[in-house]
């Protein structure tokens, strides 16, 4: 089945220091969503990349999508302490019927 | 809208025991899901619905796994019968329609002993 390979699978910072998160894909992607969990929370929708090249903002949170829609990256600018948690990219399946498939999360620790 | 929201939050059961979860999608939302995660596996989909029409249960681990959705505004998730390893949250998540963003309720932790 489709898969998303995400790395790395963790990463402690010091607070104030950068953060990037990768995702890549074998195939050619529809879309791209990403995903923050909370330590004993849930999933929280980030945002979606639909265009080839896509950047888009969230305040400190800068998401890209690849040129050739394969691989995507969520990098934080200067982390805080609230940016602790596990972000997931997510990839619709193959047939693109709603089947999102999760990568397995990078895991961000930040110390203050 | 009080989103997803799931129930128990919490069930300890004993090996063999009927586990049911449950789950109320956000009104308008035609989608349906329930995942599973843990740390080996990660977010598995179970299987997923649309207008409350089972679309694709190929993630239900076993024949022990059943899942239904009467309606639009309720879904259960029933393990018979339960296994330790079956221990793990499951969320239930909905969307408006594929291809968007999922609001996750906010899970139930199943500890099966």
């Known amino acids: 089945g489709q898969q998303v390979m995400q790395i790395p699978q963790y990463q402690h910072v010091q607070e104030g220091e950068d953060f990037t998160t990768y995702c890549n894909s074998s195939?050619?992607?529809?879309?791209i969503q990403w995903y923050k969990q909370r330590p004993g929370g849930h999933p929280v929708f980030l945002i979606q990349?639909?265009?080839?090249?896509e950047v888009k903002k969230q305040k400190r949170l800068t998401f890209q999508f690849g040129e050739a829609k394969k691989n995507s990256s969520l990098h934080i600018t200067a982390t805080q302490t609230t940016d602790v948690g596990t972000y997931f990219c997510?990839?619709?399946?193959?047939?693109?019927?709603?089947?999102?498939?999760f990568g397995q999360g990078t895991t961000l620790q930040v110390k203050p | 809208d009080a989103g997803v929201i799931q129930s128990p939050r919490h069930e300890v059961t004993e090996m063999g025991q009927e586990v049911t979860l449950r789950c109320k999608p956000i009104?308008?939302?035609?989608?349906l899901f329930w995942y599973r995660q843990t740390m080996m596996r990660g977010l598995e989909l179970l299987i997923y619905?649309?207008?409350?029409?089972?679309?694709?249960d190929s993630g239900m681990p076993e024949d022990r796994f059943s899942a239904k959705m009467p309606n639009a505004s309720f879904s259960t998730l029933k393990i018979q019968p339960s296994e330790p390893r079956d221990s793990a949250v499951y969320f239930c998540a909905s969307s408006w329609d594929y291809g968007y963003g999922y609001t996750f309720g906010s899970g139930t932790r199943l500890t099966v002993v």
């Open positions: 997510a990839i619709l399946g193959s047939s693109n019927t709603g089947k999102l498939i």
């Open positions: 990349l639909v265009k080839s090249g």
């Open positions: 009104s308008g939302h035609d989608y």
């Open positions: 195939t050619t992607l529809s879309n």
């Open positions: 619905f649309n207008n409350n029409v089972p679309i694709d």
